[in-house]
């Protein structure tokens, strides 16, 4: 069984950082591209950033420059630093994989994690 957690958020003041993880574990094969995505209260969930299994970037214009998004591929954990925080990061943050399993490494499968909640006070 796979499973993805993410750790890290809190509350944390404007201009403050934070370091999201998202760890994967279980009978994993391998692991695709991993994206970040967040909601906040009342709001669409929104996509932050990905990264590819092969360590390409790409972020969402609204974080693009304050946030950086790497892995760990030994690990099974991606990364998310996310600097100069504003109070409209605020947030619930989740992080979703596409990962093949040894007992099925041809299919693969999106996952989620539980999310992590970061506050980000004005």
């Known amino acids: 069984q796979v499973q993805l957690v993410e750790s890290g958020g809190g509350l944390v003041q404007a201009g403050g950082s934070l370091r999201l993880s998202c760890a994967a574990s279980?009978?994993?094969?391998?692991?695709?591209?991993v994206d970040w995505y967040r909601q906040a209260p009342g709001n669409k969930r929104e996509w932050v950033a990905v990264?590819?299994?092969?360590?390409?970037?790409n972020y969402a214009d609204s974080v693009k420059g304050r946030f950086t998004i790497s892995r760990d591929a030994f690990k099974k954990t991606v990364y998310l630093q996310m600097n100069s925080l504003r109070p409209e990061d605020t947030a619930v943050y989740y992080c979703?994989?596409?990962?093949?399993?040894?007992?099925?490494?041809?299919?693969?499968?999106?996952?989620w994690g539980q999310g992590t909640q970061v506050t980000v006070s004005s």
């Open positions: 990264i590819s299994s092969g360590g390409n970037t």
């Open positions: 279980g009978s994993i094969f391998s692991i695709d591209a």
């Open positions: 979703n994989a596409g990962i093949t399993t040894w007992s099925n490494p041809e299919v693969q499968r999106s996952y």
